[in-house]
């Protein structure tokens, strides 16, 4: 029996002996976020409406939807559309706004928060709203413009994927210099009847 106890505590020894190395450093991970390759801003695009016409960058593709006043202006490399509906004015410019209100606020109950603000343009007698949705929501942005008497451009932008605000925040902070471009270079054409 000492003979077994003998190679016994020589197992265990060199068990113990071969475990005891110094452990590999531990380096934490460096701070890093997705890359992400966004086209480069260029606006020599011009896009002509029945009644209006703006400035748009180069890597977007326009379809008329529904007669040549309603566009959808196509960002693919963000795999996003922005839905453009126009509506010619004639009594009825606050059921127009209401009604974008509406289509807004429907989608309060995914969105963390909606922000307001103002576009105006007077050189070009451009006015309207935008409105930033924050959160999960279908659509990231929305806005109308109008000149007060004769047009009402109402734009929607949404991503062809599952809305992820987290995810989505990047691309939609680059699109803000789209939409202010289009902002300050819409005007208006007259309608012919």
């Not at 005891?20 to 450093?25: A, L, Q, R, Y």
């Not at 997705?34 to 260029?42: D, G, I, R, T, V």
């Not at 929501?137 to 009402?152: C, I, V």
Request: proline content about 6%; aromatic content about 14%; overall charge positive.
């Amino acid at each position: 029996m000492k003979l077994r106890n003998k190679y016994l505590y020589i197992l265990i020894s060199l068990l113990l002996i071969t475990s005891c190395k110094d452990p590999e450093p531990v380096y934490p991970k460096p701070l890093s976020g997705m890359k992400l390759s966004l086209p480069e801003k260029n606006y020599n695009k011009i896009v002509d409406g029945c009644t209006y016409s703006f400035k748009t960058p180069s890597y977007t593709n326009i379809d008329s939807a529904q007669g040549k006043c309603n566009l959808n202006i196509n960002y693919t490399p963000l795999n996003a559309t922005l839905f453009m509906t126009y509506i010619p004015i004639d009594t009825n410019l606050i059921n127009h706004i209401e009604y974008s209100r509406k289509l807004v606020y429907e989608h309060a109950m995914k969105a963390d928060e909606i922000r307001e603000g103002r576009i105006s343009n007077p050189k070009h007698n451009v006015y309207g709203l935008a409105y930033k949705l924050i959160g999960n929501s279908a659509s990231s942005y929305q806005f109308y413009l109008t000149d007060s008497t004769t047009h009402f451009l109402r734009g929607a932008l949404y991503f062809n994927v599952s809305p992820n605000y987290d995810s989505l925040k990047p691309f939609i902070t680059y699109l803000m210099t789209d939409f202010d471009t289009l902002f300050q270079s819409l005007k208006w054409h007259n309608i012919d009847k």
